[in-house]
T-cell receptor, first 117, second 115 residues
Framework: ETGVTQTPRHLVMGMTNKKSLKCEQHLGHNAMYWYKQSAKKPLELMFVYSLEERVENNSVPSRFSPECPNSSHLFLHLHTLQPEDSALYLC????????????????FGPGTRLLVL | AQSVTQPDIHITVSEGASLELRCNYSYGATPYLFWYVQSPGQGLQLLLKYFSGDTLVQGIKGFEAEFKRSQSSFNLRKPSVHWSDAAEYFCAVRGTYFGNEKLTFGTGTRLTIIP
């Protein structure tokens, strides 16, 4: 399997549930990202991990909790979400992050469509 | 910080006709520029990218884009669209200095193809 994979592809959860989104990249990259895509809004960067360390947290509410156990896997743990958190959550990876001399490109997974009831 | 504007929310083109999608950016220097395409229910696929050099870049699926520094633009073109090109297209810009490496996306242009 190649590229960036995400599971599950679709998720429906209640506001009191706890669930996790999983992302796996098979590209040998060192950086991984979570984005949120809501209707009629630009993609919003949520978190960036570089070499398994979180390097960006764009004022994301604490009900979203990322985890990067190794450079190939990224999780987004969800708890007590709100209906406005319903969106497409995209994972991406790139060779590196934070080195302007590196012309890295981000490669995206297919996303998890989340519906919070 | 950089920003991206895609002025056209929705464009309709006849199959076989030419296409141009507009993208304007704001950044204090020459940024890195990208075009991504998203089919319904799918993630983003990279079409092409500009880092430096030749200002006309070729991408996949017959797409090309031209970087025009004087106009702060990076418009996407295709000489003859196919029905399978119907999708949403996103322009993105990334800064070139340390601390400015995040991708900033435009709001996207939805492309509809009519027979």
């Amino acid at each position: 399997e190649t590229g960036v994979t995400q599971t599950p592809r679709h998720l429906v959860m209640g506001m009191t549930n706890k669930k996790s989104l999983k992302c796996e990249q098979h590209l040998g990259h060192n950086a991984m990202y979570w984005y949120k895509q809501s209707a009629k809004k630009p993609l919003e960067l949520m978190f960036v991990y570089s070499l398994e360390e979180r390097v960006e947290n764009n004022s994301v509410p604490s009900r979203f909790s990322p985890e990067c156990p190794n450079s190939s896997h990224l999780f987004l743990h969800l708890h007590t979400l709100q209906p406005e958190d319903s969106a497409l959550y995209l994972c991406a990876s790139s060779q590196d992050f934070g080195t302007s001399a590196t012309q890295e490109t981000q490669y995206f997974g297919p996303g998890t469509r989340l519906l919070v009831l | 910080a950089q920003s991206v504007t895609q002025p056209d929310i929705h464009i309709t083109v006849s199959e076989g006709a030419s296409l141009e999608l507009r993208c304007n950016y704001s950044y204090g220097a020459t940024p890195y520029l990208f075009w991504y395409v998203q089919s319904p229910g799918q993630g983003l696929q990279l079409l092409l990218k500009y880092f430096s050099g030749d200002t006309l870049v070729q991408g996949i699926k017959g797409f090309e884009a031209e970087f025009k520094r004087s106009q702060s633009s990076f418009n996407l073109r295709k000489p003859s669209v196919h029905w399978s090109d119907a999708a949403e297209y996103f322009c993105a810009v990334r800064g070139t200095y340390f601390g400015n490496e995040k991708l900033t996306f435009g709001t996207g242009t939805r492309l509809t193809i009519i027979p």
